[in-house]
């Protein structure tokens, strides 16, 4: 019953895997009739007799790694294993036989240590030792310790599957799935839209590489199902193309419409106001750039702003650019307050107190300081800087300069006075403005003669061939003459020149308005210029009359106008009347009787002009006369030879003379406007409305001013 217990915990501790113990052999002492004993320490056989070999069967049972007891022989162990393995006990019993001759075989029995030991190897081999199925049975210090597997929790005698996915995503990346596979295992794949072991994944087409297939100028977001792009600020498109805006394009850029978008990005851009307009360039109003520095209008121009920052600079109403020789430095615009022609030339004066000629100036009528070829084009008088009237000869000019009248030009009779020693021509003349009479309050120019009214008196110098002077005896002798002119002002007396208003000479003849309106006049009377009166009274021979003589029918008279042979009144009651010579219609009437001692078609009675009503203004030439009407309109009657009527429709002759004239007036083409006018030789000017000064007819001396020297049938501005 011993050994079969003992054989079944030597089974137990090698095949079960319990816990050893020590089990020495205790070898029976010589003599000794009983076993021996196991006890916790092996004590060696007191017999001298050798230990009976352990069975063959006993010993096969023990695993190879065993050590064999120190008693064992090798024999013992027919596998050639020489013990029990690492930290196993002996578990063998007492030698099948006793020494020296025992019969009797060991007991088997074992100490209370041993016994101890081998119940520890019996509990973990039972049910493991009580421990959980998934837990390890360990017998630390006698005792019995359980610790749960690994895959598993729990304090041992209970042990549960651990899910080690429920900790950490078990270790898969965060965008990757856990799949348990066991207690304590698992796998990790990476989510649908990303990539990689499971523990790292990248999302796929990651930002990080060819920014996600977006766009250079695109924003890449990763996503659990890819990337998606969005065009950066200033780009648009779908992400994966994307264009740089022009900001520009769109409402201008948050511009105003008055301003300049300039793209300076993608997106991006800067508004400046245009040219014109000032502002942030968000807000941009119209300038007005005649409100700063007269919109660089220089020289007495007007700046006329023309819209936002744009304006012109030009002459103002009633000024004129000057283009030509400007008679102030610094000045670009003229104003002409009058104008007057003499025969071949014309002259204007300006807001400025100076005075422009042009046309002819071989006796150096222009007054720029020298005589010799004609100027097409107006040039400043010299030294005048003060003049508020002019009046023009037949070749000599004069202007009223503070309370004198100054001169120049020919001076070959006395015209202009004291004859000097410049020569012009041939014959004397005066290059500069001299001065000729002081204080008088109108001044008119005959052919070769000067008058003035001077303190209600006329006075005047010259010829005196036609008594002009009032005598045919000069106290001079001009050009080789003998008493023919007078250099000095001769004062005309008479009784009928009381309260003198207004003079006017021409070729042969002066007149002159009294008091009340009444017309006296002097000099040659074969023409009828000195009217019917003339034949009634004693002249002297050629039918001078240097004594006034008062013209019948005239008693309302304003203004006076001279030609050759003839004159002309203009009245109060804005009409005009006309006596003299009328052989090209000059008279306004078809008067064809003629005069004493006249062979051509004359009256010696004023008629009033036909057809011609509302007159402002009147001046005669050689054998034409001009009216300016109330309308701003100009008429012209009498010979047209020289277009000197300004229209193109008279071409036929009249009074019988192979010339083209008119006796009718007839309107000059393209002047409209007119504030005044003046008529030369056979050529007629007027001034305008607008400043401009237009002439037309005769052109042989350039006395037109625009440049030519060809006949005008219309009215041409004169070019200052």
């Known amino acids: 019953m011993r050994w079969s217990a003992c054989l079944g915990l030597i089974l137990c501790s090698v095949v079960a895997g319990c816990v050893p113990g020590f089990n020495g052999d205790q070898q029976g002492s010589g003599g000794d009739s009983g076993p021996g004993m196991d006890s ?19 010993d096969a049972m023990l695993p190879d790694a065993a050590p064999a007891d120190s008693s064992d022989s090798a024999a013992t162990f027919p596998d050639g294993a020489t013990g029990l393995p690492d930290g196993s006990a002996d578990a063998r019993g007492a030698d099948a036989t006793g020494t020296n001759g025992d019969a009797a075989p060991d007991t088997g029995a074992t100490t209370v240590s041993e016994a101890s030991t081998d119940a520890a190897a019996v509990t973990c081999a039972v049910n ?15 005792g019995v310790a359980c610790t749960c597997n690994i895959g598993y929790s729990g304090n041992g005698t209970s042990c549960a599957a651990v899910d080690s996915c429920k900790t950490s995503n078990g270790g898969c990346d965060t965008n990757a799935t856990c799949t348990s596979t066991g207690p304590g295992t698992n796998t990790c794949t990476c989510n649908t839209g990303y990539t990689g072991s499971g523990a790292i994944c990248t999302g796929v087409g990651s930002c990080a590489v060819n920014n996600g297939g977006c766009a250079a100028t695109a924003k890449c977001t990763a996503t659990t199902v890819g990337t998606t792009c969005a065009c950066n600020t200033g780009y648009s498109g779908n992400g994966t193309t994307c264009t740089a805006v022009n900001s520009c ?7 105003d419409t008055n301003a300049t978008c300039t793209s300076t990005g993608p997106g991006t851009n800067t508004c400046a106001c245009k040219t014109g307009y000032s502002g942030t360039g968000t807000t941009c109003t119209a300038v007005n750039s005649c409100a700063t520095n007269n919109g660089g209008c220089t020289g007495g121009q007007t700046c006329t702003s023309t819209g936002p920052g744009t304006n012109t600079c030009a002459c103002g109403t009633g000024t004129i650019a000057c283009t030509g020789s400007c008679p102030t430095s610094g000045v670009s615009c003229i104003k002409v307050t009058q104008i007057a022609a003499g025969w071949g030339h014309a002259c204007a004066l300006l807001s400025t107190g100076t005075v422009e000629c042009w046309g002819r100036n071989s006796e150096a009528q222009l007054g720029k300081g020298s005589a ?18 002019i009046a023009a000869g037949g070749n000599h000019s004069c202007a009223l300069a503070g309370s004198s009248w100054e001169c120049w030009g020919d001076n070959n009779i006395g015209e202009i006075g004291a004859i000097g020693s410049a020569i012009c021509d041939g014959q004397p003349c005066t290059l500069t403005p001299t001065r000729v009479v002081s204080s008088a309050s109108a001044l008119s120019t005959g052919y070769s003669n000067t008058c003035a009214v001077v303190s209600g008196q006329v006075e005047c110098l010259g010829d005196s061939s036609m008594a002009v002077i009032g005598s045919t005896y000069g106290p001079d002798s001009c050009s080789g003459g003998t008493n023919n002119c007078a250099q000095s002002a001769q004062s005309i007396e008479s009784p009928l020149l009381a309260g003198v208003t207004a003079v006017s000479s021409d070729n042969t003849a002066a007149c002159a308005i009294v008091s009340g309106g009444e017309v006296v006049c002097w000099g040659e009377e074969g023409t009828g210029e000195i009217g019917p009166n003339g034949t009634s009274i004693t002249c002297s021979g050629n039918d001078l009359c240097s004594s006034p003589v008062q013209i019948p029918g005239i008693t309302n008279a304003v203004s006076l106008a001279g030609g050759q042979w003839f004159l002309c009144a203009l009245t109060s009651d804005h009409t005009v009347e006309c006596w003299g010579s009328n052989e090209y219609g000059q008279l306004g009437s078809t008067e064809t009787a003629t005069c004493e001692g006249f062979p051509y078609a004359c009256s010696e009675t004023p008629s009033v002009v036909s057809n011609l009503s509302g007159v402002t203004q009147i001046a005669a030439g050689d054998d034409f006369a001009c009216a300016l009407l109330q309308n701003g309109t100009v008429q012209c009657w009498g010979n047209n030879a020289y277009d000197e009527l300004g229209n193109a429709s008279v071409t036929g002759s009249c009074q019988g003379q192979y010339n ?4 009718s007036p007839v309107s000059v083409s393209g ?3 007119a504030t005044a006018i003046t008529a030369g030789g056979n050529f007629g000017c007027a001034l305008t409305q607008s400043g401009q000064v237009l002439c037309w007819g005769f052109n042989s001396f ?3 001013g625009n440049g030519t020297s060809v006949n005008s049938l219309t009215a041409v501005p004169v070019q200052f």
């Open 249 to 255: 394009t769109t409402s201008n850029g948050g511009c």
């Open 660 to 663: 083209t004239c008119s006796s």
């Open 40 to 58: 916790a320490t092996p004590v060696p056989d007191t017999g001298g007799g050798g230990s009976v070999a352990d069975t063959a069967q006993t």
């Open 671 to 673: 002047v409209s406007g």
């Open 128 to 142: 493991n030792g009580g421990c959980d199925p998934h837990a390890s049975c360990t017998s630390p210090d006698g």
């Open 372 to 389: 010799g070829s004609n100027s097409p084009y107006p040039v400043v008088v010299a030294g005048l800087t003060n003049a508020t009237a």
């Open 702 to 704: 350039d006395q037109l």
